[in-house]
């Protein structure tokens, strides 16, 4: 069954703490993106990667950090730094250049 | 810089009607649009992408138009059930832009009543 995977699907944490999301893909893809939504607002970029070992910011990307040591994974932390972390996170990858994205179920962050 | 723009937010309609739901975007140098559904608390499934050099797409009953040129795009659902109720996002692959950095619309809210 190929796809994309996010756990856990709901997370709380208390302020002050930093917290990391999972993102996995089995569909082979190169380019591995993380994105935030929130009530009201359409998604906005945090980080993506185009390449094993390479990534870069999006348009939101201060209080986050990102890995990509394999393939197949694109860790997210979302670190005390971040002010209004409570929110609703998404992953997607693609191939490498402007291809169909596609997402997986979601992470719901609540921060007390 | 580029900007989508989807209205109505909100949009109720009784079961059978056809749904129609605009896109727009500032800059026309885009590589593609994608049209996604959303349902409440899950991630964004692909509907239909279009390439900037056609001019519509078809999947079932799902049908997506673009015309760069006046920065608009289009998807009509024919039919509506009340399963097409959930979120309709669009996003545009500017050409400008770094990285694979997709444009999202706020999105089109759709209510399909039995």
């Known amino acids: 069954d190929g796809g994309i995977t996010q756990s856990p699907k709901y997370l709380f944490r208390k302020e002050g703490q930093n917290v990391t999301l999972s993102c996995e893909q089995n569909l082979n893809h190169d380019a591995m ?15 993506y990667s185009q390449i094993v070992n390479d990534f870069q910011k999006g348009d ?17 932390t979302v670190t005390s730094a971040q002010k209004n972390p409570t929110a609703f996170y998404l992953c997607a990858s693609s191939e490498q250049g402007p291809h169909e994205q596609y997402f997986g179920p979601g992470t719901r962050l609540t921060v007390t | 810089k580029q900007e989508v723009t989807q209205i109505p937010a909100a949009l109720s309609v009784p079961e059978g009607e056809n749904l129609v739901l605009n896109c727009s975007f500032t800059d026309s140098a885009i590589y593609n649009l994608q049209w996604f559904r959303q349902d409440p608390g899950k991630g964004l499934t692909s509907l239909l992408l279009i390439q900037s ?3 519509e797409q078809t999947s079932g009953r799902l049908n997506a138009s673009l015309d760069k040129s ?8 024919a039919a509506s ?5 959930a979120t309709y996002l669009c996003a545009v692959y500017p ?6 950095k997709l444009t999202f619309g706020g999105g089109t ?3 399909v009543k039995p």
């Open chain 2, 53 to 55: 050099s056609q001019r």
């Open chain 2, 109 to 111: 809210r759709v209510l």
């Open chain 1, 33 to 47: 993106y993380w994105y935030r939504q929130d009530p009201g607002q359409g998604l906005r970029l945090i980080y």
């Open chain 2, 95 to 100: 050409i400008k832009a770094a990285g694979n």
């Open chain 2, 70 to 77: 006046s920065g608009r795009s289009t998807l009509y659902i």
């Open chain 2, 81 to 85: 059930q009340p399963g097409d109720s």
């Open chain 1, 60 to 76: 939101i990307a201060e209080g986050y950090s990102v890995s990509r040591e394999k393939k197949e994974s694109f860790p997210l």
